[in-house]
């Protein structure tokens, strides 16, 4: 099997690429990112010339990209909310104009499958329950409608065109190697820095967390079975973030008197109060997580900890 793994240089389609290559030895990758932030590239230090990595945009030319390549997983995309809302423009490109030119090099050289990898915030807010993978899309910042767009996309070519596509929508991931600017890291920073943790409003914000190489399984799992249509990926752990910043002091030996509410309506206009999906769909085909909470949180913070060059 030959796979096209874009985004390759992100914080989870690198995490995929060495996923892949630790369970899967057979499998061929090609690897497609920006080539525009040295930092990046120490995602796949040491494993980068077991793939054949293709440097470009998706915006711009991809022709022949998906030659002889049976399995698309694309993971490319501009996730940062906050920045969204500031610009929305390149948003737009990357996760709409991006995702038409890779389908449309699959209308051509048809692949036997395109994972989409997409979000649970093209739902929007639930305050209680949770999604289930039929209900109605209600995204509600730039972001979020960017990637509702990408999914409705790859359901008309496979209506259209027949292209065989999975649609799968995770909740926050955290990990190694994640984006310094993301929650997990930042209030490890600040906490390290002795600084202030920025907790966005009351703090009472609702997330669900899976960590990135459960997700990795997770992709694979529905690969391997054969599963089409749109799946949750989900590991149904939820915090607020008060609590995550709190548990993160704890590990760290910080006091919590490091917090600092923020106000969050001029840099979070309409910031959703909870996310949660339904994952009994994946769970049906035999997929569980293996990591609890409680033990990923402190796994990961320690690896900043150690790690503390990848903060700065």
């Not at 796979?3 to 899967?24: E, P």
């Not at 899309?137 to 259209?160: C, H, R, W």
């Not at 694979?220 to 993160?248: P, S």
């Not at 919590?256 to 049906?284: C, M, T, W």
Request: with cysteine; proline share 5%; aromatic share 10%.
């Amino acid at each position: 099997m030959r796979i096209l793994v874009t985004g390759a240089l992100g914080f989870i389609g690198s995490h995929f690429v060495r996923y892949t290559l630790n369970t899967r030895p057979e499998v061929q990758i090609r690897g497609f990112a920006r080539d525009t932030n040295q930092r990046a590239h120490l995602r796949l230090q040491g494993v980068e010339k077991k793939i054949e990595l293709i440097y470009g945009d998706l915006t711009k030319d991809i022709s022949g990209l998906l030659e002889h390549v049976d399995v698309v997983v694309n993971f490319a995309a501009k996730t940062f909310v906050d920045h969204s809302i500031k610009d929305p423009t390149p948003f737009v490109a990357s996760n709409i104009l991006g995702t038409y030119n890779l389908l449309e090099q699959a209308r051509k050289y048809q692949p036997k499958l395109f994972v989409q990898i997409s979000t649970d915030e093209v739902y929007g807010a639930i305050l209680e329950g949770s999604y289930t993978e039929d209900a109605p899309l209600n995204p509600t910042n730039p972001y979020s409608s960017t990637k509702a767009a990408a999914d409705m996309l790859l359901v008309s070519y496979g209506n259209t065109y027949g292209l065989p596509y999975l649609i799968t929508r995770t909740e926050n991931n955290y990990g190694s190697y994640q984006h310094p600017q993301k929650a997990f890291p930042t209030f490890v920073r600040c906490a390290l820095q002795d600084k202030p943790i920025p907790v966005y409003g009351d703090g009472l914000h609702k997330r669900m967390w899976l960590r990135v190489e459960d997700h990795c399984s997770a992709i694979w799992h529905l690969i391997d079975h054969q599963a089409r249509g749109i799946f949750h990926v989900a590991g149904e752990q939820e915090l607020t973030n008060l609590d995550l910043a709190k548990r993160i002091l704890k590990i760290l030996r910080k006091p919590e008197s490091q917090i600092e509410f923020l106000e969050d309506h001029n840099i979070r206009p309409g910031h959703d109060r909870r996310y949660a999906l339904n994952v009994s769909k994946l769970r049906n085909l035999g997929w569980e997580p293996q990591y609890t909470l409680d033990r990923g949180i402190i796994e990961v913070a320690k690896w900043y900890e150690y790690n503390s060059s990848w903060l700065s």
